[in-house]
């Protein structure tokens, strides 16, 4: 059997101000170091198999916060999704500043691409690939520390569901997801959403 969790970066100037950051490299803040703290004392602490990271610096600061000293096993494939031309950029403006890309991506999310960004669909068809390889994995616990995207990813492949039924599942910075995997077959067994703010 495989346990797996999945673990969120902390809070960072994009979550807190309410802006796209995709594949913006913005650290961690005061707040985010903080909720980390509080996610790391909910996690195993016998270790891990493997650590497995998304190579940007809010995953590798926050995987530092919560393994310290575990080697760490960088993985392009749980990089969030790239959202172009809109990354710094909030919701709000985004509406004003891009209507017919916007219109577009409220007639298909799946398959909309932000310019110069990427689309659901190829954000989904990586993540399932690097998945797949993990299933064949030996048995033993795994942790991927990785951002909202790629977690959504796995919840729309693991339990079929569409890509905006996953906007009613809360998926806070910190965010910690419990899978399952036992003979091929995946279950979710929890999803925690952390306190967060300083302190």
Not at 107 to 135: H, I, K, M, N, Q
Request: hydrophobic share 40%.
């Amino acid at each position: 059997m495989k346990e797996i969790y999945l673990v969120r970066h902390g809070d960072t100037d994009a979550t807190e101000r309410g802006y796209y950051a995709g594949w913006m490299d913005i650290p961690l803040s005061a707040g985010g170091r903080a909720r980390i703290l509080r996610v790391r004392e909910m996690l195993p602490r016998d270790g891990f198999r493997k650590v497995l990271v998304s190579p940007l610096k809010r995953t590798l600061e926050t995987a530092r916060i919560v393994v310290e000293d575990a080697p760490l096993e960088i993985c392009e494939e749980l990089k969030e999704r790239s959202f172009g031309s809109w990354e710094g950029r909030g919701w709000k403006e985004i509406e004003e500043n891009f209507p017919e890309e916007m219109a577009a991506w409220r007639r298909d999310p799946l398959r909309f691409t932000p310019p110069g960004g990427e689309s659901f669909e190829v954000v989904l068809a990586r993540v399932v690939s690097f998945w797949e390889r993990l299933r064949l994995e030996p048995e033993g616990r795994y942790l991927l520390v990785t951002h909202g995207g790629v977690i959504r990813s796995l919840l729309v492949h693991l339990l079929r569901l569409d890509f905006a039924s996953t906007f009613h599942i809360l998926l806070d910075p910190g965010v910690v997801v419990k899978i399952r995997e036992e003979n091929g077959f995946s279950q979710l067994v929890h999803i925690v959403n952390v306190e967060g703010g300083e302190g």
